[in-house]
């Protein structure tokens, strides 16, 4: 019951205010704490750094005025929130562009391994789960907020490799979550019909009981890898039981066919992305989303923008090269305007159920792996955040003091009322969850 509820059971029954702490906790009269609001994340990444001259504004506060590669935010500046001086500071195996990238939601250390990166060091996935994940399998434990998915991993331009420079997104340890590139099978995994929906739960049940008999003849440690394929199992089940019951609010968008996954369709890639991710919460298909642009070390060729170089390769051109600086000022800026796009589509749909947009209750955080790319820092790495629903103080550039960025997860989680105590090192935790508000 929300407050204005509370205030007219009150008036009804002529009681006091004063009497409502002592009521609430009376189950039958229906007056416990309100429902949390819905919250949604969005986590969007562009690769290979930024140009800070071009990007961080200049002043603090609510008075800061918008560089270049932000110009296409304008209309949204009352409700963004420019970080600057969050730093990856998680060290160890691999070089920049993969801890940037696979460190950038972990927070903690990757494994030793065999992937050879531009350091001495080789290293494989990260070892801990990442914020997006942490915070689905957290929305998914609690009924009022679980949905179908749970989360949706999108990419626009990201390669069928798989090292850490590609993925960003951990399920666990050594549990690397693959974004899906092609938006038609996104779209099939969204709203796809399964034909033989009785044939597949006959052979789901035929693999559920062949598990059962084979675990009694292996070993411990086989027997906990046979578990995660029957956590599979159930998963599958479920996905099935869930499709069936799914009530769509709104119509899936419809697509021109035919678009391929290659680089040149990019820009119309991105757009059937954020249309289908849009989409999906408008379903309430999942409270949370990743839109991963390329990928680290990614070398999209823009010729869209009348850009031929690959987006890498500019990145590591020095300072003083003005023409190189020009080019990767418009790859930005092309970032920042997709990004308009995807809080425009979000500003512009009504919150099913309730009152105000999709963007009141979404927070967008719009990110990279490196601070600057031709030097492969990892302080300052770009956080904007845009959108509402958290309950932070939004309009404001921001100068930290190089903080870690555990505690800018660590303050998103709390937001959500995920009340953890650390988020991947704990060590780089210290000081707590960045206060926003």
Request: hydrophobic share 35%; aromatic share 6%.
């Amino acid at each position: 019951m929300n407050t204005l509820h509370r205030r007219q059971f009150l008036q009804r029954l002529g009681l006091s205010a004063a009497s409502l702490p002592f009521l609430v906790g009376l189950p039958s009269l229906g007056l416990g704490a309100p429902a949390r609001p819905r919250q949604r994340l969005v986590i969007m990444f562009s690769p290979n750094g930024t140009i800070p001259p071009a990007f961080w504004p200049d002043e603090e506060g609510k008075n800061f005025k918008l560089k270049e590669i932000m110009s296409p935010l304008a209309p949204f500046q009352d409700r963004m929130l420019v970080l600057r001086g969050v730093n990856n500071k998680v060290r160890g195996d691999g070089d920049s562009h993969m801890r940037g990238m696979s460190c950038l939601l972990t927070g903690i250390e990757l494994f030793p391994g065999n992937i050879q990166g531009g350091s001495h060091t080789p290293a494989g996935w990260a070892s801990g789960i990442s914020i997006d994940q942490e915070l689905k399998n957290f929305l998914q434990n609690r009924e009022e907020t679980r949905t179908r998915f749970g989360s949706l991993e999108f990419g626009v331009g990201v390669t069928d490799r798989a090292d850490p420079w590609t993925r960003m997104s951990y399920a666990g340890a050594n549990k690397p979550v693959a974004p899906i590139s092609d938006p038609y099978q996104m779209y099939h995994k969204l709203y796809g019909q399964l034909k033989d929906r009785a044939n597949l739960q006959s052979i789901l049940d035929t693999v559920r009981g062949d598990l059962q008999k084979v675990s009694k003849l292996i070993s411990a440690d086989d027997r906990r890898l046979l578990e995660e394929h029957e956590t599979l199992v159930r998963q599958m089940e479920k996905d099935l039981a869930d499709a069936s019951r799914q009530k769509l609010r709104v119509t899936p968008p419809t697509f021109e066919e035919g678009i391929a996954d290659q680089n040149d369709n990019v820009p119309r890639l991105s757009r059937m992305q954020v249309d289908l991710l849009v989409n999906s919460f408008v379903n309430d298909m999942a409270r949370v989303a990743t839109l991963q642009y390329t990928k680290s070390v990614g070398s999209a060729r823009m010729n869209w923008l009348d850009i031929k170089d690959g987006h890498h390769g500019l990145s590591h051109e020095p300072d003083k090269d003005e023409v190189t600086q020009a080019k990767l000022v418009k790859i930005n800026k092309w970032f920042a305007g997709e990004l308009h796009y995807l809080a425009q589509k979000l500003a512009s749909t009504p919150e099913p159920g309730g009152e105000g947009t999709l963007l009141d209750n979404t927070l967008i955080v719009w990110t990279n792996e490196l601070g600057k790319g031709n030097s492969h820092t990892l302080d300052n790495i770009p956080f904007v955040l845009l959108g509402g629903g958290f309950g932070f103080e939004m309009g404001r550039s921001v100068k930290l003091p190089g903080v870690a960025h555990n505690r800018l997860h660590l303050a998103i989680a709390h937001a959500m009322g995920h009340r953890l105590e650390t988020f991947g090192k704990p060590s780089l935790c210290d000081g707590g969850p960045l206060k926003l508000a």
